[in-house]
Nanobody
Framework: QGQLVESGGGFVQAGGSLRLSCAASGRTFSNYYMRWFRQAPGKERDFVAAVSWSGSFTNLANSVKGRFTISKYNANKNIIYLQMNSLKPEDTAVYYC???????????????WGKGTLVTVSS
């Protein structure tokens, strides 16, 4: 069974930066897209960013373009990073790492989910 474990969340002031990590293990994800979703209190889970397992394809939600980047560290460790810069209070949410072979960004199509890591941005 595949496992995804997120880390790197925390408390930061507006304008600050955080880097989230997602460690993938337990199975081969070579044909999967790795994605970050986030869920703010009282809201649905929204797509944030995606990267193919090879790292050659990336995609970002419009709300984070120019501020966030997604990347995959391939050497020996299967880690997906989400670098978040110029953070805003509206970025406050629990951030989840997911894996899916589907090309869809629909949260219902994700096959694996981590437990999430909380990001809080103060104004």
């Amino acid at each position: 069974q595949g496992q995804l474990v997120e880390s790197g969340g925390g408390f930061v002031q507006a304008g600050g930066s955080l880097r989230l990590s997602c460690a993938a293990s337990g199975r081969t994800f070579s044909n999967y897209y790795m994605r970050w979703f986030r869920q703010a209190p009282g809201k649905e889970r929204d797509f944030v960013a995606a990267v193919s397992w090879s790292g050659s394809f990336t995609n970002l939600a419009n709300s984070v373009k120019g501020r966030f980047t997604i990347s995959k560290y391939n050497a020996n460790k299967n880690i997906i990073y989400l670098q978040m810069n110029s953070l805003k209070p509206e970025d406050t949410a629990v951030y989840y790492c997911t894996a899916s072979a589907a090309t869809s960004t629909d949260a219902r199509r994700m096959d694996y989910w981590g437990k999430g890591t909380l990001v809080t941005v103060s104004s």
